[in-house]
């Protein structure tokens, strides 16, 4: 699919700034008009993914979170989340609905759940060690998503 226009965004990995990653990506797709349920899905999405990154890809460091969002043909809106933490093992398993690597923590293990209710399409790369990849696809304008 071609590309009419994207944006890349580097913030370090510190909760302070999830607000701000979802609110610049939301910013960014409102060139294609959403409505104020696709803004909220996007963000909602982004959202987990930022903090999938912040709590479980740096554990106790502060590392980087690579945004990079792309305004593709027929509407569609792709954004990219990326670190160079740990990496996931077993991606199908964390992808399962309350599956988390921190049970000592309050975490439900819904966050790979909740992006694809939100978004059309959701993939996930990663190599431990080296990172993970999540890649977040809707299509703005679609009747009942």
């Known amino acids: 699919m071609n590309i009419i226009?994207?944006?890349?965004?580097?913030i370090p990995g510190k909760s302070v700034n999830e607000g701000f990653a979802r609110s610049a990506v939301a910013a960014f797709a409102a060139q294609l008009d959403p409505t104020v349920a696709e803004i909220?899905?996007?963000k909602t999405a982004v959202s987990e993914a930022v903090t999938n990154c912040i709590v479980h890809a740096y554990r106790d460091t502060?590392?980087?979170i690579y945004i990079e969002t792309r305004v593709l043909e027929n509407r569609v809106f792709m954004i990219k989340?990326?670190?160079?933490g740990c990496g996931i093992e077993d991606v199908k398993q964390a992808m399962e609905p309350l599956f988390t690597t921190a049970p000592g923590e309050e975490r439900a293990g819904l966050g790979f759940s909740v992006m694809e209710s939100f978004m059309d399409k959701v993939t996930v790369?990663?190599?431990l060690g080296k990172g993970t990849v999540v890649t977040l696809?809707?299509?703005?304008?679609e009747k009942g998503k």
């Open 137 to 141: 696809t809707k299509k703005i304008g």
């Open 81 to 84: 989340i990326k670190d160079r």
């Open 40 to 42: 909220a899905d996007i």
């Open 125 to 127: 790369r990663s190599t």
């Open 5 to 10: 226009n994207e944006m890349k965004l580097k």
């Open 62 to 64: 502060i590392g980087t």
